[in-house]
């Protein structure tokens, strides 16, 4: 529910300004996407959208001044648009139909106090072309074009006989297409806007540049960082990284054979820095004027999208930490190096200053088959393995979205105008994570031993099954050796195995009522008393209003009361360029607002002029100073030389506002009504 205040104030463009984006200047920039556009305002804080990192949502949001999308409320026409994900409530700016939009209205500056805690940031207001007439059809093509010409990139490239794009490139080409009907009828009381789009934009990934085709890291030296950069990447690789208790780093070769050494892993050509993405929309716009005082409207927006991103494959990121002595995956060599002293489960290394072992403390951990009932052993052996047969990791995002909004609206004459709406929004999520490894099926695919009937390598968690039945601890009939001690030994079985694929499905439903009504009080006989303001104009549209006074609607009072009394008010303002002076005479009735304003006449150079004008220190002198005398006017003796006084004691210069209160009874005493001299 949005909460605030709907009276309408005439100073919220100089408060809060509002930032326009027309149609055309979308149009010029040829922009397939809102949210682009919207991230080239300083406001605007970059936020989710298809150039977005991994882990993103696959929505496009806005984020005014960083404080998160969550706090920027999105309006279309006026009207709140819905979440775009189960998941976070920020509202999806992809079901916008951007053919249609005829300007972006962004307020900033906090608008909380009028739209509610949904605004605190500001508010987005999408403005579209529910008037057309005819048939619109747009089409657009577009690519990326860069020119790969980094001479850092490619020292680091060219230095690990790393592969990188050269000269001008084309690509990352994006399709656009809407269609869009309108018509009226009924002498153009009513009005009927139809409309379908579709878009399609292909990945880009990051070898596709010469500086985006390695991750750059700092070197690495006995096994310590260096401050010198390298094409480098992750420790979790291919063939792998394999490291023991005693501090070695292992690496595997086609011969089953572990040699020292560290690798990385360059991710560069799975990730993206575009996403791919499919998106339909499609919805109309009616409305029909039976009078003045009832006019209907109703709105309905659906759209399908799916996007994907992904990143390097999946694998076993140190999951596991140790590996059985018997399995017969191991070369004699590499079970060498793994199961000897100071490894084995169940010892504590003590290591010298060189990484030298010193002692040993504990003993090894016997383990207990299940089914034979012999112990083994087990050593310490953190696998670090890209699981290069399965593929990129993929997270693939389908969003489904409707709304539907219907209402009335009109004036009732008198001041009086109404708005009453009913809104209706449903959004959905499937969710599929490809290629990804299961870390329990990990363990099981690992711990490996002979098949006392073939003499084959088997999963330990085979034999349970097929011994002791599929519901004993630790039992997969299903489970495939994952061969990871040897380069090419991972079958496609394996993989099949150890991948699973979660998906998650969610929706969101979303329903607003909302009536109001806008009542302007001085057509109805009523006045308003409070303190009275006087404030500098800072707006263009009054900028030959340079000093203005006005009474701010605090309260209200019935027009009988005689406390709403006129009063003349003769006052004085000082300039620094030339001594001038002015006199302003004003009308305070029950029914309309208090104001008087000095023009830039009055002073002999406002542009570099300065006013001169402060509060007293003590505000209960100004009734003494500005008791009226007799007739209608205030005595203009001494009192006025001391109001000059107090206003020249500060300076006020024209850009920022300057707010200073006078206690009403002063200047609103019990008087008989005069017209101003």
Request: aromatic share 8%.
């Amino acid at each position: 529910m949005i909460t605030g205040s709907r009276i309408p104030r005439t100073d919220l463009t100089a408060v809060s300004p509002v930032t326009l984006i027309e149609a055309g200047e979308i149009k010029l920039q040829g922009a397939t996407n809102v949210e682009e556009v919207l991230n080239q305002l300083p406001q605007v804080n970059p936020s989710q959208g298809l150039l977005s990192p991994p882990g993103t949502t696959g929505t496009a949001t806005v984020d005014l001044r960083g404080i998160g999308s969550v706090r920027t409320l999105v309006l279309v026409n006026g009207h709140r648009l819905m979440p775009g994900d189960p998941r976070h409530p920020e509202p999806d700016i992809n079901s916008i139909p951007t053919s249609l939009i005829g300007r972006v209205e962004v307020l900033t500056g906090g608008a909380a106090a009028v739209y509610g805690s949904d605004a605190v940031a500001g508010v987005v207001n999408f403005i579209l072309d529910t008037k057309l007439e005819g048939l619109k059809v747009d089409g657009q093509v577009g690519y990326f074009q860069h020119d790969n010409r980094d001479k850092f990139a490619r020292e680091l490239l060219n230095a690990k006989d790393i592969p990188y794009p050269r000269g001008s490139v084309w690509d990352g080409r994006r399709e656009n297409v809407s269609v869009a009907f309108g018509r009226s009828f009924f002498d153009d009381r009513a009005h009927v806007t139809i409309y379908g789009g579709y878009r399609h934009f292909k990945a880009v990934t990051q070898d596709q540049r010469d500086y985006g085709s390695c991750p750059i890291t700092a070197t690495m030296f006995d096994q310590r960082l260096t401050s010198l950069l390298e094409c480098g990447g992750p420790r979790v690789s291919y063939p792998g990284n394999y490291f023991d208790n005693l501090g070695n780093a292992y690496q595997v070769t086609s011969d089953r054979t572990f040699v020292t050494g560290l690798s990385r892993f360059n991710y560069a050509p799975w990730h993206f820095i575009q996403w791919p993405d499919k998106r339909y929309t499609a919805g109309g716009f009616a409305n029909f004027d039976v009078s003045e005082a009832l006019r209907a409207y109703a709105e309905i927006m659906a759209m399908k999208d799916r996007a994907s991103w992904q990143v390097g494959p999946s694998g076993d990121f140190f999951n596991t930490e140790t590996i059985n002595c018997d399995n017969p995956l191991l070369s004699e060599q590499q079970r060498l190096l793994i199961c000897r002293t100071g490894n084995y489960v169940g010892q504590i290394a003590v290591l010298d200053a060189n990484g030298n072992l010193v002692e040993t403390i504990g003993q090894p951990t016997p383990f207990v088959d299940p089914v034979t009932g012999a112990t083994y052993s087990r050593a310490w052996l953190l696998i670090g393995r890209r699981n290069i047969e399965g593929g990129s990791l993929q997270d693939v995002l389908e969003h489904k979205s409707v709304r539907l909004l219907a209402g009335f609206k009109g004036d009732l004459g008198r001041g009086i105008s109404y708005d009453a709406s009913y809104l209706y929004g449903r959004v959905s999520l499937d969710r599929q994570y490809l290629n990804n490894l299961s870390i329990s099926r990990l363990g099981k695919a690992l711990d490996v031993i002979s098949d006392p009937s073939t003499e084959q390598p088997i999963c330990r968690s085979v034999l349970i099954a097929r011994e002791l039945g599929s519901s004993a601890p630790d039992a997969d009939a299903d489970c495939v050796p994952w061969d990871v001690f040897t380069t090419g030994g991972v079958t496609a079985q394996a993989t099949a195995y150890l991948s699973i694929p979660p998906s998650m499905t969610g929706w969101f439903r979303e329903q607003v009522g909302n009536v109001n009504a806008t009542v302007q009080l001085d057509r109805w006989g009523l006045a308003v008393h409070g303190p009275m303001k006087a404030r500098q104009s800072t707006s263009a549209q009054n900028f030959g209003k340079i000093l203005s006074i006005s009474i701010p609607m605090h309260s209200l009072r019935p027009a009988t009361l005689p406390v709403s009394a006129s009063a003349f008010f003769p006052f004085t303002v000082q300039s620094t360029q030339k001594r001038s002076s002015a006199r302003r005479a004003f009308r305070c009735s029950p029914t309309r607002w208090c104001n008087a304003s000095l023009s830039k006449e009055d002073f002999a150079n406002p542009g570099t002029g300065t006013l001169e004008a402060v509060p007293p220190a003590k505000p209960t002198n100004w009734h003494s100073i500005l008791q009226p005398s007799e007739g209608c006017g205030f005595a203009r003796a001494g009192r006025e030389r001391t109001v000059r006084r107090m206003l020249k004691s500060f300076s006020l210069r024209r850009n920022p506002p300057l707010f200073f209160a006078i206690p009403a009874p002063a200047l609103l005493p019990r008087r008989r009504k005069c017209s101003a001299p």
